[in-house]
């Protein structure tokens, strides 16, 4: 049966450290199915993330994520959903993921000092009402010659951003027939 969390506040937690036992979160999900509902991270100390989940299926309804010095959230080798959730005050990315599958709805992400979103290889990562991004939504091929396909709205390509681009990163159509020039 999966794990409920419901209404519950972490409040300052560190990441254990034992001999021969290093995890990188101050709560960190296993091969497991795990549920957070209307629940707060908040203040942790001496840890990479204040939430890991790893090869693990998660829901997030609802959940505050306030006051890390590094990342909020950590998706490896997992998939679930983020939903009506408050990222604040993030010292690093709010929501890292690598090589998983997640859906974000209705996600508010502010004041974060790292990516809002952070995808690694071999993530799908798809949203819906995020209300911040730093970025136009959109998604990008990483290529391993250090090329980037850079899918978006050609309009969002502003005189302004299109000299920060580099060399690497093309824009080319939704349809792929046509690369646009910049």
């Known amino acids: ?26 709560i960190t999900c296993y091969q497991s199915e795990v549920h957070f509902e209307h629940c707060t991270f908040t203040g942790t100390t001496g840890s990479e993330d204040l939430l890991n989940v790893v090869r693990s299926r998660f829901t997030l309804d609802h959940c505050y994520f306030a006051a890390a010095p590094a990342d909020a959230f950590d998706a490896d080798f997992s998939s679930g959903s983020i939903r009506d959730s408050v990222f604040s005050d993030i010292g690093a990315d709010a929501i890292d993921v690598s090589a998983s599958t997640i859906e974000l709805t209705r996600i508010t992400i502010v004041r974060t000092k790292g990516r809002a979103v952070s995808a690694g290889e071999r993530c799908e990562v798809r949203g819906a009402d995020v209300s911040h991004s730093p970025l136009p939504l959109s998604f990008a091929i990483l290529r391993r010659d250090g090329a980037v396909d850079w899918f978006l709205d050609p309009r969002k390509v502003t005189p302004e951003l299109a000299p920060h681009l580099g060399a690497e990163v093309r824009v080319p159509t939704i349809e792929g027939t046509t690369t646009i020039k910049i």
């Open 1 to 26: 049966p999966p794990s409920r969390f419901v209404h519950v506040v972490f409040r300052g937690l560190s990441a254990p450290r034992r001999a021969g036992l290093e995890l990188s979160g101050a």
